[in-house]
């Protein structure tokens, strides 16, 4: 059963693993959702035939596989980021004992942009979960974003990143080099408006401080800003 987009947003959807859910959403454009996963817990060894992912490390240590070989394994530890291109089968392992925690970007958005080459639950011909693995969300550590505000500070667990908006280089240029951004809207543009950074690109802020010399934010960014 199909489920529409949208009825993502009201639920934690239950997973094997863990647990993940929606935190932000721009209608097909993008989705940020949160993922829980347990110690020694993975996800499957699944790619998105036609949607870009990006992930940051909130919390805890991973072994990502990138590609069909167990030679693709890497190890990324808090407060790191990866782009993953459409196609690319990954996995992801919780090497924390207390869970790690991660936020995942997909452009654009589609829960049924899923094929699994392999799962230690027995779900590699099955779909996006459905039905029976949602439960509603509920309590205050729920994360809930305003998004017609023009900064929020966003708390899980004992991490803390940032919902901002900005209209120009001129603050973002003065944050640290270990920051991270992840574009949520908006576009980083030339002189013919052509855009070079847009929704779902994580990067640092010496990428956007270089971007900036020649560059400038078409109408409006809005993103989360990641530090150590």
């Known amino acids: 059963m199909k489920v529409k987009e949208s009825v993502y947003d009201n639920f934690i959807i239950k997973k094997p693993w863990g647990r993940e859910y929606v935190i932000y959403r721009n209608k097909k454009e993008i989705a940020v959702t949160i993922l829980f996963i347990k110690y020694k817990k993975s996800t499957s060894l699944h790619c998105h035939p036609k949607k870009k992912t990006g992930f940051v490390l909130l919390d805890g240590k991973a072994k990502i596989q990138l590609g069909l070989y167990n030679s693709g394994q890497k190890i990324f530890n808090r407060h790191s980021k990866l782009m993953i291109r459409n196609g690319l089968f990954h996995k992801t392992t919780s090497l924390s004992k207390k869970g790690l925690i991660a936020l995942e970007f997909e452009t654009p958005v589609d829960k049924n942009d899923l094929v699994r080459f392999s799962d230690s639950f027995g779900r590699k011909k099955l779909p996006y979960e ?30 803390v990143f940032y919902y901002e908006v900005h209209k120009n280089f001129k603050k973002i240029i003065k944050y640290k080099d270990t920051d991270i951004f992840g574009i949520l809207s908006g576009t980083v543009v030339d002189s013919q408006n052509k855009s070079v950074l847009n929704s779902g690109d994580i990067v640092k802020t010496g990428t956007l401080r270089k971007l900036s010399k020649r560059f400038k934010i078409g109408k409006e960014l809005k993103l989360f800003r990641f530090i150590k």
């Open 130 to 159: 459905t039905g029976k693995f949602f439960e509603k969300k509920r309590g205050k550590d729920i994360i809930k974003i305003n998004k017609s505000a023009q900064s929020q500070t966003i708390k899980v667990k004992n991490r």
